[in-house]
């Protein structure tokens, strides 16, 4: 009996140590679902057990329980008819209010139209500040070593080129004339916690539960998404015999795309429209499919039906 008990002892043990190593070597990066979405929005992480690396599901309740009166930005709510506050605002965000403007209230901004200049000569350079959208008129240089350089973290930096100094990572700046190793404006600035901004720019696709869509080069894990795909009445489900040995097989964890619901493993029907073309949309983690574009060597972009544009 002692010598079982040992045995299961040194069994419980060696299961113990290999979760712990695999927690300890897990790279996040390479779990699925679009989990840079699910960051963006502030969706919590459940995992099926406490040791796993990848989450099987999100619960994004909060977001869902937004309130169609109201805006959201970085994390922020504002009433119908404030502007956007500073500390909210990316550089190009300009005299943006909070309007209700049919289902519900999102932010209507200024429009910035940034000139277009072409730089063929490579003693010219457009110079660019951290805190501006627009970069400035083309600097050209009979000498390219005139152009200001940043001597940053041991590196070189030239004019309106950008760097994240080591010692303030969460920072982002562009070197220019003046900079004198102060991480500050115009030199420096703390990105938004909501980089890719999706309640700011599509919170009536996150109500309908449309989902986020890539290009096939692009990561869900880290990229932000090229655009959206909503439900169409041609839209349906493409059933997937289940693998119950699969972690996210588990009863609770659905996808919701528009009114149709999606286990794991399910696909929606490719082809249905415009922005479903060439569109593979699986159910890996929920509560939204992940889709993303096909190559052009999986599926010809240029062959698809004519569609029904009247729903």
Known sequence: MGQINIIFGVFFLSLTLASISANRFCDKTKCPGPTSYYKDLGCEPVYKNPNDCCPYK????????????KCYANGHEYNIGEMLREEDSNPC???CRCLRLGGRAKFMCAVIDCPFFHVADPNCYLPRKANECCP????????PEDRPKCFVDGKIYRDGEEFIPKSEPHK???????????????????????SCRYEFRHADDIAN??????????????DCSVGFRCQNKNDFVVKHIRNFLAPQAADDMVCQFGTLTMRYGDELVQNTGYESVCMRCVCEVGPVPTCIQLSNEECDVTNHPKFDYSY
Not at 175 to 186: D, F, L, S, T, W
């Open 58 to 69: 999100y619960n994004c309740d909060k977001v869902k329980s937004r309130s169609p009166n």
């Open 209 to 222: 539960n449309c989902t986020p869509t890539y290009y096939h080069r692009q990561s869900p894990q880290s």
């Open 136 to 143: 400035g008129q083309p600097i050209c240089l009979r000498n």
């Open 93 to 95: 965000d300009v005299q």
């Open 172 to 194: 982002k700046c562009i070197c220019g004339p003046g900079y004198k190793g102060e991480n500050i404006a115009p030199f420096c600035r703390v990105p938004l916690a909501s």
